[in-house]
Structure formats: structure tokens, C-alpha cells
């Protein structure tokens, strides 16, 4: 009976692929997004909550250290459960937590909603690819993960611009929008969504996810209050000492725990490690730079959130062109050389700004290039450094390695938000404020460049012949 009710579950879920596909797709937006569109709404918050640069960092990064440290542990509980379970109960919470959100008398009430909100999204996103993988027969399964990446790619790039829109409302339409669109996924997914089989996993190292989410907050804390508390004071080095031994604490439970939060046998894949690292650095460029750009153009240029998302708009037009022509060039020379030339084009975004920015609004000349030259580095870095990390893993290793490698995504959003803050510090008016941001497009270009460095060390195995079939 067991037997031919997952039978019949299989069948169904093959037969409606495409449906399976769109549902979980918008869920899947809706963690992107929701991620990303706050970037564009910061002044507004700050505004209307009350709070400065350093205090409204929280709302981004509370957000994404959440999203990082259960991603994985969410993913096998999920797996244990059923997967269509684990994607409903993500979209439930992750709805709920929008409309509190929205509702937000303060700001420490909206961090808090936004770590409930990550909470859904660490569910609803590894279960939407399980229930892909279920879906799709084994020969087109690599496209609908592929499409899957796509339509997360977007997603972050077109975070900003559906803020823009929004943000012209009300700060808080960027979260209540949410309420209905998770609700029809809600309903959709409850009666079209297969039932797919639970896997007898192991219960994951939840203790070792609040160690890693700990350890995350304390850098985070140590490098945004640096400038406000001093870098030698007592409060910012027990910041540090405090990460050091979260992170220590956390290796260790993870080298014995039956099911940790990172499997540390899975870094010891020499291509897998290259791309972890890669990606952590891209992504930090990623969010520091996507910060840095909408916070000149509203508190330098005084631009409105909607005029600052459009302006932004071009960076994610050339998203999907340049992650179809990555993938072919990955194939002709190699992931490596691919994913340094999309980090070195993000790091040369950092630097056109840090010599192109004007005080006065000159959009073409000083915007326009840097916005172009995100979406060319999105479009070659991203797709390729997964790929390429997830290619390099056994089969049945795949969406373990695709977590944590998701899971280095938003370590890497979390450190870029906290290092731009602390480079910038109070930045000031006029000419302060430029040199302030000169300053944080530097670091940009100089993550960026680390993060090409690393990449060449897969063009070193490409020419060694380490390159997976592609």
C-alpha cells in the first residue's frame, strides 16, 4: 500500500511539471525579493521607524544570518517530513511574518519579523527544489534547476526595482504585498502540489545553527558598531572574541554531530571549496554594492525609492542575457575563468563609482556604468560558482552541497551590508559623505578582486582536466 501510494504521488508530480515548477517559483520569489527590496526602502525605514544606518543594517542582515544558519538544518527537517509540507509551512510562516512586518510599531519589533520571516524562507526554498528534483524525470531535471537559479538571480536583481515601485506607496507595502501573493501560493500549492515521499534523514544539529547564527551576529555587531563604539574598545573585541569561539564551537560540533549544519567532509572537495569561497566574497561585493548604490542616489542625490529602483533597472536587464552566455562560455573555457571575469567586472563596478561619482546627479555617467556592470557580474559569477560547486559533488550529495552553498550566499549578503557600514561609518554631507562612500566602493573592488582570485583556482583544475562534463 506504502509502496503504490508514492507510486502514484511520483506520477503525479510528473505530470504536471510546469505546475509544480510555477508554484514553487513564487515562492522562491518571494524569499528573494523580500531579501533585496529592503535595500531600496532603508532611508524610508530609518525615517519612519526612527533608527540610523548602523541600527536599520539589522533588518537586512538579521534576515540573511537567520536564512544562512537554518537553510540546511530547515531543508532535513522538511526532508523528514515531507517536502510539500515543509514548502506549505515555509510559505505560511514567511507570509504571516510580512504582514508583522508590515505592521512594525518599531524597529527592534521589524528585526525581529524579519528573522520569522527567514525562518520561513530557510523552509520554503530547499523544499521548493526537492519538490523540483521530485517532479522533473532525471533527464530534464539539470534544466529545472537551472531554471530555478534563473528565476532566484532575478529575483535578487529585480529586489530594488519592485522596491522602487512600492516604497512610492509606503515603506511597508514592500512586505504587505507579500500577504496575498503567499496566500494563492498557499492555496495552489495545497491542492496541486504532489505529496513526495520522507526520507528517513537524521534530526539536524539545531543547537549547531544557533552557534553559527550567534557567531554570524557577532561579527556583524562587532564590524557595524566599530566606528560608534571604537575599533579598541571593550565591547567591539568581545564582539570578535565571541565569534572566534561560536566559530570554533560550531566547527567542532560539526566534525561529530550525525547530521550537522555544514558537513565539513563536503569542503574537503577541493572545487566545491573553491566555490564556496568564491561565492562568499561575490556575494559580500554583491550586497555592498547594491547598498552603497541606492543609498548615494536617495541621501547624496535625494532621489525618491521609486526613481532610485528605476534607475537601477538596466543592472537586472542584462541578468538573464549574460547567465545563458555563461553557461556556454563555462563550457568552452572552463567555470573558472568565467566566475573571475563576472567577480573582476563586479569589483570594476566599485572602482568606476569611486572615480565616475559626482555630488551633483549625472545618472549616465555616473550611475549608469556601475548599474550595467552589476548585471554583467551577476549574469558570469553567480549561475557559474554554483554550478560549478554543485557539479563537483556525488549525486546524492547534490542538495546537501546546494544548501550549503546557498547558505554561503547569505553569509556572504550578511558580511558585505556589515563591512560597508563600518567602512562608511557616519559619512556626513557634501564632500565627507563622497569620500565616505569612495572609501566603501573601494572595498567593494577589493572583495570583488578576492573573489576572482579565488575563482582562478577553478581555471587551474579546468586546464587540469577536473572540469565536470557539462
Known amino acids: 500500500m506504502a509502496a503504490t501510494a508514492v507510486e502514484i504521488a511520483a506520477s503525479e508530480a510528473k505530470t504536471r511539471p510546469g505546475i509544480v515548477f510555477t508554484i514553487v517559483a513564487v515562492g522562491v520569489v518571494l524569499a528573494t525579493v523580500d531579501q533585496f527590496v529592503v535595500n531600496i526602502a532603508y532611508t524610508a525605514i530609518a525615517r519612519g521607524l526612527s533608527g540610523n544606518l548602523s541600527t536599520v543594517s539589522w533588518v537586512l542582515n538579521g534576515y540573511s544570518i537567520v536564512f544562512a544558519a537554518l537553510l540546511v538544518p530547515a531543508g532535513r527537517l522538511a526532508d523528514r517530513s515531507g517536502r510539500k509540507r515543509g514548502f506549505l509551512f515555509g510559505v505560511a510562516l514567511f507570509t504571516v ?123 556583524s555587531l562587532g564590524l557595524v558598531q566599530a566606528n560608534e563604539w571604537g575599533w579598541g574598545s571593550a565591547r ?101 575563468l568565467i566566475a573571475a571575469a563576472g567577480c573582476a567586472v563586479f569589483g570594476g563596478a566599485g572602482l568606476v563609482s569611486d572615480r565616475l561619482q559626482t555630488l551633483a546627479p549625472h545618472y549616465l555617467t555616473a550611475m549608469l556604468p556601475s548599474a550595467i556592470m552589476m548585471g554583467i557580474g551577476v549574469g558570469l559569477a553567480m549561475p557559474t560558482l554554483m554550478a560549478a560547486g554543485a557539479a563537483s559533488l556525488p549525486k546524492e550529495r547534490y542538495a546537501t552541497g546546494s544548501g550549503v552553498l546557498s547558505m554561503g550566499r547569505q553569509l556572504g549578503f550578511t558580511l558585505g551590508v556589515a563591512v560597508f557600514v563600518a567602512v562608511i561609518g557616519t559619512p556626513g554631507h557634501g564632500m565627507h559623505q563622497l569620500r565616505a562612500f569612495q572609501h566603501g566602493w573601494i572595498a567593494v573592488a577589493v572583495i570583488g578582486a578576492a573573489g576572482a582570485l579565488v575563482s582562478l583556482a577553478l581555471a587551474s583544475s579546468d586546464t587540469r582536466g577536473e572540469r565536470p562534463a557539462a
Open 97 to 219: 511574518a510580512s504582514a508583522a512586518c508590515a505592521a512594525s510599531p518599531d524597529l527592534a519589533f521589524l528585526i525581529a519579523a524579519r528573522a520569522v520571516q527567514a525562518c520561513g524562507a530557510a523552509f520554503l526554498v530547499p523544499s521548493s527544489l526537492g519538490l523540483l528534483l521530485a517532479a522533473y524525470p532525471a533527464e530534464r531535471q539539470s534544466g529545472a534547476v537551472g531554471g530555478w537559479m534563473a528565476v532566484t538571480g532575478v529575483s535578487a536583481a529585480l529586489g530594488p526595482v519592485v522596491g522602487g515601485l512600492l516604497v512610492a506607496v509606503d515603506w511597508r507595502w514592500i512586505f504587505l504585498v507579500n500577504v496575498p501573493v503567499g496566500a494563492l501560493a498557499l492555496a495552489l500549492g495545497i491542492r496541486l502540489l504532489p505529496t513526495v515521499r520522507q526520507e528517513a534523514t537524521r534530526i539536524p544539529d539545531l543547537l549547531g545553527a544557533l552557534f553559527l547564527v550567534a557567531a554570524t551576529a557577532a561579527v
Open 236 to 336: 567591539i573585541v568581545a564582539s570578535f572574541l565571541a565569534a572566534a569561539l561560536l566559530v570554533a564551537w560550531f566547527i567542532r560540533r560539526s566534525a561529530v554531530h550525525a547530521a550537522p549544519v555544514v558537513e565539513l567532509s563536503l569542503l574537503r572537495t577541493p572545487r566545491f571549496a573553491v566555490s564556496y569561497v568564491a561565492i562568499v566574497f561575490y556575494c559580500a561585493a554583491f550586497s555592498a554594492m547594491l547598498l552603497s548604490v541606492i543609498l548615494w542616489a536617495q541621501t547624496a542625490w535625494h532621489w525618491s525609492a521609486l526613481e532610485s529602483g528605476l534607475a537601477f533597472a538596466p543592472g537586472p536587464v542584462m541578468v538573464p542575457l549574460f547567465s545563458w552566455l555563461s553557461v556556454r562560455l563555462a563550457r568552452r573555457f572552463g567555470a573558472g
